[in-house]
């Protein structure tokens, strides 16, 4: 009776032209579903009072993990512009209560989710499974490190303004990214993969060794901070509010790019590569222009990256950031630019919040759980997600549509 | 950057060659054991087992466990070497073997019909996971083997031997043979070789493919376990980070010979090792990587059959 009464109540309130669904389908939703999204109109509210009183109350770490949970509840019941609204605030609120070490967190943060958004564009729209994007990466921080430092810290002493170098980076590395598309066009899938791994691991070895350029194994270091208006931007929340405005940027522009002509011509060749040829697709431009795009954002990561650093060393490129930026793109959900940014608070925010969070039960004595034992259970994690949910935590609605016809396909010809 | 004129300046000698082309074939014997792994699991399941390589450092830490226990129970020169080596050796498979099965149970099998990128998500989580355990457990400090074969050498000429590497030339060809014959020769063989070209004709044909699958990964956890405990004793340490560059450089190799093939596989390896080696000559030992990936590379793009396979036009 309760469910009837509330299920005629949401249809009085017709809320069916904001949510785009007909009133039929509201009839048809379950009860729970709709608690969860009327609910949120209180809940919302009072978890914005709790993010603001949160840190005073749980300390701002546990706060973080709260609302990542929350906030994956909220985005999972396609309350959508409420959980982005969530997240906006606090992801622009938070910093402020934050002492160094966490703001460099949510720096980390705001940078794999841009670089998450990147190679989105790549895998999850293009459906081009590229494990070397600490490539582009790795050249946008050189870049700028090279281009701003002084010769007696390994750069050209040249100092060139962070604001010409970041679109510099941007063309050299969408560059890059065509002259690493061009020979791989023809290669799918796991190949791919292992020939873009070779890719990034050629870029830093070749980093390392050529020391008359790079400076080798001592790295870049003396990197200046961009200016802003006159402004020196030094601090961590100043670089964060830069990497955060690039994702915003970027992930406008890439939702705006999949709901275009360009990104229809993405999912062609993700379904199927010689469908969408013989449809008249020019899968060779659009490809290139995947790689092309998800380099030139990488690339513009790795010049704020090497701002914020003020030093760059060869071994901070190694895969493990392919690996990760690929991880959390795919546990959030690929093709789905929230499904990124919650991959990347989850992956990158909560193994930091667990750092000094110990277990002590029984003769199990682990301390420092997060801090020495936080890539065991990163590894872990990514096995459990595979396996409890292959299609990601945050799915779009129609990648998930997808893994469901492949199942359904693959249990019928047992492919 | 190259030192092409290294050779010019020195000339070189027909020994130097012949010490390159030792070593780079017994660097090469490790990368075909290995890639025997990734070529069988391939061929029956068309999936890159990222974790591959993790079985060849498990297998190593478990030769360096083992020893060191051997060690501080016995005296080495006394009790016969040859069987402590056996035992290690065996160890280092059985461990390699139980995990290769748990991860196939737990990681693999569930994704077997999802789609491709899945599994090796999967793949490489349980790769982190295995190498951050063993940092863990290690402390973060490399192992250091204890000594089971004399440091000096066999010295012919200008040509200088370990006998340790002697040991591992002739183990990785008796390892390679073992393999080539069970998977020609045993029922075992003959289903694995079934389940790789057909898997619902030979599920037809009454093959039990779960079982078979298993078999593989066991088979090619049990050579890169063995590879490990011999590498260790050839380079005398264990890290929890040894397992990456083997596995790259034997997937490599795998990829060379035509993934899915098992000669190719071996001839892949030896391939790779050699070629590796004499390129040391030519640009530096600090370019032997970048050399090993600009051929996956280049044969990737232009033969991604493979070196020494014939083209199938569905596998590329």
Known sequence: ?????????????????????????????????????????????LLAIAGGLGPSYFGIRWTFAILVVVMYVLLRSRSGLFGLALLASMLVYLPHQMDVFERGIMFDIALYAMLGIGLNVVVGFAGLLDLGYVAFFASGAYLYALLSAPESAGGFDVGTSFWLVLPMAMVLTALMGIALGVPVLRLRGDYLAIVTLGFGEIIRIMIRNEDGVTNG???????????????????????????LSG????????????????????EAIREDEDVAAGMGVDTTVYKLLAF??????????????????????????????????????????MGNVRGVVLGAMLLIGLPEVLRDVSVDVGFVHLTNLGADYRLVIFGAALVAVMVLRPEGLLPSTRRAAEFEQAELLEAETGV | MASWHYLRQEGACVQEWIQLLIDGVTIGGVYAVIALGYTLVYGVLRMINFAHGELFMMGAFTGYFTLT???NHSNFNDSLPVLTIAVA?????????T?????????????????????????????????NIMLRVTNAQGKVYPQVFPRTALEIGEIRLLYVQIFLLVLSVFFLALLYLFIQRTKAGVAIRAVAEDRNTASLMGIDVDRTIMTTFAAGAALAGAAGVVYGMFVTTATSDMGFIPGIKAFTAAVLGGIGSVPGAMAGGYFLGITEALSTKFFGAQYKDVVAFMLLVGVLIFRPWGLFGKRDDKRA
């Open chain 1, 1 to 45: 009776m309760a469910a009837d009464a509330l299920r005629t109540l949401a249809t009085k309130l017709s809320p069916a032209r904001y949510w785009q669904r007909s009133a039929e389908a509201l009839q048809r939703t379950p009860p729970g579903a709709l608690v969860v999204r009327y609910g949120q109109f209180v809940v919302l509210p």
């Open chain 2, 69 to 71: 226990a051997f060690e």
């Open chain 1, 292 to 333: 092309a795009i998800g380099a030139a954002i990488g690339g513009a990561g790795g010049v704020v990256y090497a701002a914020k650093q003020t030093a760059v060393f060869p071994q901070d490129f190694n895969l493990d950031v392919s690996i990760n930026v690929l991880a959390l793109v795919i546990i959030g959900g």
């Open chain 2, 89 to 97: 050796i065996v160890m280092g498979m059985v461990v390699a073997v």
């Open chain 1, 217 to 243: 194994t001592f790295g870049v270091f003396s990197i200046p901070k961009p200016h802003f208006v006159g402004r020196e931007l030094s601090g961590p929340v100043e670089l964060y509010f830069v990497v």
């Open chain 1, 247 to 266: 994702c915003f940027i970027a992930a406008f522009a890439s939702e705006r790019i999949r709901d275009s002509r360009v990104g229809r011509a993405w």
């Open chain 2, 99 to 131: 995990l290769a099965l748990l991860m196939e149970r737990i990681a693999y099998r569930p994704l077997r019909n999802a789609p491709r990128l899945a599994p090796l998500i999967s793949a490489i989580g349980v790769s982190i996971l295995l190498r």
